[in-house]
């Protein structure tokens, strides 16, 4: 049965995503990598983001559309109507009855016929009342939800950040596909021979404010192509780069990167630091094996250390520098991982609070005396980042932050960079959502 090889991926990955847990990026990347045609694999994506950051949007269709609850509660149909029901809405250029008809195919071959019939008709059904369905809410509590997928929990979460309107500019920036940013590698090119390198293979590019670090257009050719293989470059947004400027590596340092893998920062501080002593620290040896086979493209020479961030640490003051980019609960990567925002609650975030508490404290005792640690999230939660780091300041009394500087300037003003502390915000700096904070430790 004929199903369109961008439909048939984009079922299979949402699948995974709402079955099984899994990460959208990573589930898009499993389904897409053997599409032959860069367009099919593009569309894929935009169907697979597309569904789940419209979610609440969609939901709301389908309860206008339809009152048959059984197959509603069955996570295969729903998804099949889903996606169906975006394209509908969402892509202008895709006509309907290829929408209908993968959807219905993609019911026959997955599901049952009786689904089929429910999704051949609930979207005739969308397509009739279209012009009403994509309306845009009229309230800020209504866009928020339906058409930004803002929850009560999360808006709560953005506000002891920022302003209604600044959450609804976040809101809409978050809607945008997510924008893929590289790292030139300086061992082996220059950020402008990449350019004009990733020009000749028709991937367009633009150094950034961070230097080194690129804009690209394109991920499945990218990610094909021999300068990918040959190591000229490694995937880090510009937020990460930003933080290993404010870490400032310099080629006498030893530094610990605790929480290492895939290996970015880790990357990132030595080639910045022209060579330092870099030891990446993970507890999964699976991804651990990955940062090494990566460093060996790349020809960084760091060391990989298998450790548990959490405990205590084996070598007390050995180190000048520590990079401690902690996990959390991801609210600043919502535009690359979408599902997100329909899981967080803060029963869910207490335990990455005690986590985060631990691996702060123990990262802490590696520093050498006057050494430096950048504690660092992707998230936009004051829990999880301001709250860590005053709660370590009160209970150790041996740290201080430490001014962050910059050796260019940020699309927005930072005040808080003063007090060593520096909070990015997709909508204002053009990257993902972060959060980093300079300690520095006390000689006593």
């Not at 593009?42 to 559309?65: E, F, M």
């Not at 300041?393 to 260019?408: D, G, H, K, Y």
Request: glycine share 6%.
């Amino acid at each position: 049965m004929k199903i369109s090889p961008a439909r048939l991926a984009a079922y299979k990955a949402l699948c995974e995503i709402y079955t099984q847990g899994a990460f959208s990026n990573q589930a898009i990347d499993r389904h897409t990598r053997n599409i032959a045609s860069n367009a099919d694999a593009r569309l894929a994506s935009q169907i697979v983001y597309g569904t789940i950051k419209k979610a609440n949007k969609i939901d709301k269709a389908i309860l206008s559309l339809s009152r048959q609850k059984n197959a509603q509660e069955n996570p295969y149909a729903k998804i099949a109507v889903s996606m169906g029901i975006y394209q509908m809405l969402f892509l202008d250029k895709t006509p309907d009855y290829a929408i209908v008809n993968d959807a219905v195919n993609i019911a026959k071959t997955f599901i049952t016929n009786s689904i089929a019939s429910y999704t051949n008709a609930i979207l005739r059904n969308c397509a009739r009342n279209r012009a009403e369905l994509r309306q845009p809410e009229a309230s800020y509590e209504g866009r928020l939800f339906y058409d930004y997928g803002i929850s009560p929990e999360l808006y709560r979460e953005f506000r002891a950040y920022m302003a209604k309107p600044d959450v609804e500019a976040l809101g809409i920036k978050l809607q945008e596909p997510p924008t893929l940013f590289i790292r030139a590698n300086t061992l082996k090119t220059t950020p402008r021979q990449l350019i004009n390198a990733l020009s000749d293979i028709g991937i367009s590019a633009y150094e950034t404010y961070a230097p080194g670090t690129l804009q690209v257009s394109s991920g499945q050719r990218l990610f094909k192509s021999d300068l990918f293989k040959q190591g000229h470059f490694f995937v880090q947004d510009l937020s990460g780069a930003i933080s290993t400027y404010a870490l400032g590596p310099q080629p006498r340092d030893s530094i610990i990167d605790v929480c290492a893998a895939p290996g970015a920062k880790s990357f990132g501080a030595y080639l910045l630091g022209n060579g330092p002593k870099v030891y990446s620290s993970d507890i999964n040896s699976d991804r651990l094996d990955m940062l090494y086979r990566n460093s060996k493209q790349l020809g960084i020479n760091v060391k990989t250390l298998r450790r548990d961030a959490a405990a205590p640490c084996r070598e007390q003051e050995s180190y000048s520098k520590v990079i401690c980019d902690v996990p959390c609960t991801g609210l600043g990567v919502i535009a690359r991982k979408p599902e997100i925002a329909h899981s967080f609650t803060k029963e869910k975030q207490q335990p990455l609070i005690e986590l985060q508490s631990s691996i702060l404290k123990n990262s802490f005792d590696y520093l050498k005396p006057a050494g430096r640690l950048l504690y660092s999230t992707c998230t936009l939660s004051k829990a999880e980042n301001e709250g860590i780091v005053q709660s370590f300041l009160s209970q150790a009394p041996n740290v201080r932050t430490a001014q962050i500087t910059l050796p260019f300037d940020l699309q927005a003003p930072h005040e808080e960079m003063k007090e060593g502390m520096l909070l990015l915000n997709p909508a204002k700096d053009g990257c993902d959502g972060f959060f980093m904070c300079l300690l520095e430790k006390v000689p006593t």
